[in-house]
């Protein structure tokens, strides 16, 4: 275990006295630690949610941020320092976040509104589909279509495009083409089935969004936001922060630190749930 560890360990009880940056710092020198602490934040979710201890988050690589020279402005007061040029996030400020977006969700759920999840990042994006999944909910996997939610009209009658291909296709109905046409209509329903397969039930616009990469993915808060719909995010150090209404200051490139992030959120989700 490295220094910086068993310093982010101690930090629920420990005081920053000042941020270190790479340009000061001695490798591996000490990194001062944090006062924040998240025992009144984290007690205002459900007893049923157990929100991870600092080792915990330590072991699934939840801490770890971008090289210094990625980081956005915006991340520094989630920052504690640097190691070896990379920002080490407060866990901290990360599990205080984590509370209130957990606590926020549990609220949309209750208030019998979807979700949609968003993840397009290769080695993610088939754990936030089996998330989604698993709880009901929605999910856009592949690149975001401009108009998703500011133009849901549009939307909405191409996915009934897709779900009238796919009833034709179940019943028999496609046998009147001729085989080649067949071949050019089973592509087209593939092709849209990648692009609006997450989404083809929704009959509503969501209560919120939850993105798991918004720097990939900042045309989804941006129409979120101009329609009113609340906005969750996994915020790692060259995110910006002040585009999402509950930020998650977090590691979102490996699929432990998501994992664990997204089984906290299923849990919320199923826990309260109306059946």
Known sequence: MTGIERVLIDMENSKIDSKIDPKDEEQDKTIPTSSTSSTSTASSVSESINLPDIEEMLKSGLHFGHSHTKVNPKMKDYILGYQQGISILDLTKTRDCLAKALTDI?????????????????????????????????????????????????????????????????????????????????????????????????????????????????LALQEAKKIGILTAAICDTNANPDLVDFSIPANNRTISSVKMILNLIEKTISNNITI
Do not use: C
């Not at 019998?112 to 999910?139: C, H, R, W």
């Not at 009934?160 to 109905?173: A, F, I, S």
């Open 106 to 218: 549990e609220r949309v759920v209750k208030n019998n509104q979807k979700i949609l999840f968003v993840g397009t990042s290769p080695i993610i994006k088939d754990l936030v589909k089996e998330i989604a999944i698993k709880t009901n909910m929605f999910y856009v996997t592949e690149r975001w279509i401009g108009g998703t939610l500011t133009n849901f009209k549009v939307i909405s009658k191409r996915i009934k495009h897709l779900l009238d291909l796919e009833e034709e296709k179940r019943t028999g109905d496609l046998k009147k083409y001729t085989k080649k046409e067949r071949v050019v209509i089973d592509k087209k329903i593939e092709k849209m089935e990648q692009k609006f397969g997450g989404i083809k039930n929704i009959k509503e616009l969501p209560g919120l969004i939850i993105v798991i990469d918004p720097k990939e993915n900042i």
